[in-house]
């Protein structure tokens, strides 16, 4: 058990949520790297690419205006200058012989010469062919003096007229570092925010799972009360919740199984010894306990019989009132006697449940309320709450109303009954105190014994027998738990233990 405390102390230091994060906030860094290596790698091919099919679609479009021979109207200025402005060309066509009919630029002159300077230069650096046909040919030129690099289209028109199409690489060049400088920048940017972002996610997502380790810790320590409620939109997180519900409700099942069977071999191995000691004090106590009813009966019957009350009818009903009331008194004794007999030969089988305890109590005061508005007693009963308890409702409903009855009969001076449930470690003590006289400390040791009574003329007052409390000691036997009585200096507390 400590070990897995320990790996579960161990694992707190890598939560999911905090895992969860550090996966996104590493996926979005990679994410821009690679976008950055990529952009530093191949922007510059891609972009010459690009460019290199412009001055095509380029040369196609003037071509096919020689073709139509619309090439050099005042119609096609429009289209010339939009296509050239558009895609960032410099044009020039001229003659064979060298007079230029249609030019993008005022500097004709300026453009012929750094295109031939560089493409007569012997520096073969400064130049390179990337591609030829039969009517042109592109090619990678740099301007030495002024150290620009461009591609350049240089071809034969339909019409026999030359053709220089010109575009420069610096604006690429700086594009492509202005977008790398970019995206380092978003790079933080998207970073933090996926930083911020995961924190909120992962825990929208761990929730669940945190909501899942609160219940199975619920159900390592035996408490099967908690159940899962999977959200609006269930995944595969709210099935296992599901899953888990059943088998708690699986696990509380069986754990009352074997509550029931260790109940049942308990009270089996403690009758084994208890039987043969039972059956000899029940022969003693019964006789006992009956020979003074029986011997009023007869007392009082052979009065009747010998017509001592013949003359006077109120005699007559008090000797039958006096017969009456010992026979339903015998019949009493008797009816107690055969429970007692029951739960100490274990005839009487327990059945464990879980239930709240506090119900039953509150249950036991409401029964008895006239008794205790009749004598001005005042009861009060302390909780907190629901106590859920295993044991058998209906015999923990005898032993709370044997108590609560004897509290009655027994209560004086203040008149004050308080029943308390407190919770323990392992288990709730329920108890019942009521003001009055403290019992003898001779007395305390024998109050569980049957017929046992600390007050006789006390007790045949009020009809008692001097067996409930026995009841109650067995019913705990049963139970394998505790129970006792307690002095206080302005009253008696009795009190009983049953498991959570």
Same mark, same amino acid.
């Given at each position: ?79 010339? $200058? ?16 060298? $007079? ?27 130049? $390179?062919? =990337? ?60 970073? @933090?925010?996926?930083? @911020? ?45 599901? &899953? ?164 009655? &009969? ?35 040791? &024998? ?19 001097? =067996? ?14 505790? @129970? ?17």
């Amino acid at each position: 058990m400590s070990q897995v405390r320990e790996v579960t102390k161990k694992n707190k230091e890598y939560k999911l949520s905090s895992q969860i994060t550090g996966y996104m906030v590493l996926i979005a860094f990679g994410a821009i790297f690679l976008s950055f290596v990529l952009n530093w790698l191949f922007m510059m091919k891609f972009a010459v690419i690009r460019r290199e099919n412009i001055l095509e679609k380029a040369y196609k479009t003037f071509s096919d205006g020689s073709d139509k021979g619309t090439l050099y109207d005042n119609s096609y200025n429009d289209q010339f $200058e939009t296509l050239c402005s558009n895609e960032n060309l410099q044009v020039l066509i001229c003659t064979p012989s060298g $007079e230029v009919v249609r030019s993008s630029q005022g500097s004709n002159a300026m453009m012929i010469t750094q295109l031939y300077r560089s493409m007569l230069s012997r520096d073969q650096n400064s130049r $390179e062919l =990337i591609k030829t046909s039969s009517d042109y040919s592109i090619l990678k030129l740099k301007d030495p003096q002024v150290s620009a690099e461009f591609l350049a289209l240089w071809g034969t028109l339909p019409d026999s007229n030359l053709i220089l199409i010109r575009s420069g690489l610096g604006s690429l060049r700086q594009s492509a570092q202005f977008t790398s400088r970019v995206l380092i920048v978003a790079g933080i940017i998207a970073v @933090c925010g996926a930083w @911020c972002a995961s924190i909120f996610f992962s825990h929208r997502i761990t929730e669940p799972v945190v909501k899942l380790t609160k219940l199975s810790k619920q159900m390592a320590e035996l408490d099967f009360e908690a159940k899962y409620v999977p959200g609006k939109k269930p995944n595969e997180i709210d099935d296992l919740g599901i &899953h888990m519900n059943e088998l708690s409700e699986a696990l509380e099942k069986t754990i009352q199984e074997l509550r029931q069977a260790n109940a049942d071999l308990q009270r089996d191995l403690d009758l084994r010894e208890e039987n043969e000691k039972m059956r000899r004090e029940f022969s003693s106590s019964v006789s006992h306990e009956l020979k003074t009813p029986l011997a009023l009966i007869r007392g009082y019957a052979e009065g009747l019989s010998d017509a001592v009350a013949d003359d006077n009818a109120e005699d007559r009903k008090y000797y039958c009132d006096v017969i009456i009331d010992e026979a339903e008194k015998m019949n009493r004794i008797v009816k107690e006697l055969l429970d007692l007999s029951h739960l100490e030969y274990g005839e009487k089988i327990m059945n464990l449940e879980r239930f709240d305890v506090t119900e039953v109590i509150s249950g036991v005061i409401r029964s008895n309320s006239i008794l205790t508005n009749k004598n001005g007693i005042t009861v009060s009963f302390i909780h907190n709450g629901p106590a859920y308890v295993w044991s058998d409702p209906f015999f923990t409903e005898q032993v709370i109303t044997n108590y609560f009855s004897n509290a009655i &009969h027994y209560c004086e001076n203040e008149k004050k009954i308080e029943v308390k449930v407190t919770e323990r470690e392992k288990d709730y003590r329920i108890s019942v105190f009521n003001s009055g006289n403290p019992i003898p400390e001779e007395s305390i040791p &024998h109050l569980w014994e049957k017929f046992y009574k600390v007050d006789k003329a006390r007790t045949r007052e009020y009809g008692g027998s001097g =067996i409930g409390l026995s009841i109650v000691k067995a019913i705990m036997d049963d139970l394998h738990k505790e @129970c006792g009585v307690e002095n206080h200096t302005n009253g008696v507390e009795f009190y009983f233990d049953l498991d959570k």
